[in-house]
């Protein structure tokens, strides 16, 4: 039996300082054999505020290093989601217990636990992308990687969005694993100047030159992400931000999205692949608001924010070294002002998936059922609310 063992040095702040930073990470497996996959990163200083990068990896194959084949043959149902609590991985999971895979989650160490995972039929396991060393154990077993984690919003990009799936890549080379599915960001080729865009496409070159088996899926958005912003404000006739760019965005339903991926792991052709889902119709801000200003029966307190204040935070940001990750994440005002459209024809994949596109819900439907169960909810507690005789 094979012990693995992860070491991974980090960077001092005088490092990070530096016109050149290196973090290097390595696996070794202990005799009688032992492999070393080795990945080294240069940071080559900031360029009008943007992180440079040269990514290489590499295995050794001299005397006494050998690399680790596919693996043992395990049970392609045995999977592990790393990111399951979130909106997109949640979605992930379920469906994966509906069609009958034996599904481990990784989840972080938190102090309200992801009991409905486990409620579900999902088995958790604790570990953390930021801390290599817990990363090991959780993959014994494991057939299939489906990664759907991100960072938390207080937490530094690079912290788990590069260097935490880089440890995990390597992981997951090194013990065997068998296919590897990462979510990344349409049009993130093609925005090097966001931060989180360009970590999605060095990550999406690591994971090719790693040697997995692997399967990369760009998305546009998430129609679940409009609740939140749009939908509920609108009901509690609070503020609804918004903003003047021109930019489109074909959102997807997440259901849909994990049924697609499905379809597509189970499809040994699509091994390699890079496919990129999107939502039937692209919208603008302005269209979402509209559409739930419709569907809700009632105008929307609209706050716009013009995409030059968001470019001018961003700026007054980069300052501060504690401001630093928020600059980071205002970076997309970058995408906003220019006339992108986060959209894709589908025919070609639909076709490759054999997928009708009739089965892909909509946003007017999807919002359509949202607001029609809500409404129905309010009206009956309303109903309830009115009904104050007290009889004894």
Known sequence: MKMVVLKVPTAT????????????????????????????LHVT???RGKWKWRVKCSSGSEKGVVNFGPGSPLRA????????????????????LDEGYDVRCLVRPRPAPADFLRDWGATVVNADLSKPETIPATLVGIHTIIDCATGRPEEPIKTVDWEGKVALIQCAKAMGIQKYVFYSIHNCD??????????????????RDSGLNHIIIRLCGFMQGLIGQYAVPILEEKSVWGTDAPTRIAYMDTQDIARLTFIAIRNDKLNGKLLTFAGPRAWT??????LCERLAGQDANVTTVPVSILR???????????TNDVADRLAFSEVLTSDTVFSVPMAETYNLLGVDS????????YLQDYFTNILKKLKDLKAQSKQTDIYF
């Open 190 to 207: 093609k925005h090097p100047e966001v931060p989180l865009m360009e970590i999605k496409y060095c990550t999406e070159k690591f994971l």
């Open 285 to 290: 801000t302005q269209e979402v608001i509209t």
């Open 77 to 96: 149902t045995n999977i592990l989601v790393v990111g399951g609590t979130g909106t997109l991985g949640r979605q992930i999971v379920r469906r994966a």
């Open 312 to 322: 001018l935070t961003r700026q007054l940001t980069r300052f501060f070294e504690w």
């Open 45 to 47: 200083g900031r360029e």
């Open 358 to 365: 009739k089965d892909i819900i909509t946003l007017e439907k």
């Open 13 to 40: 702040a005088t490092a990070r300082a530096s016109s050149q930073l290196q973090w290097r990470c390595s696996v070794v497996a202990v005799a009688p054999t032992t492999v070393f996959l080795n990945m080294n």
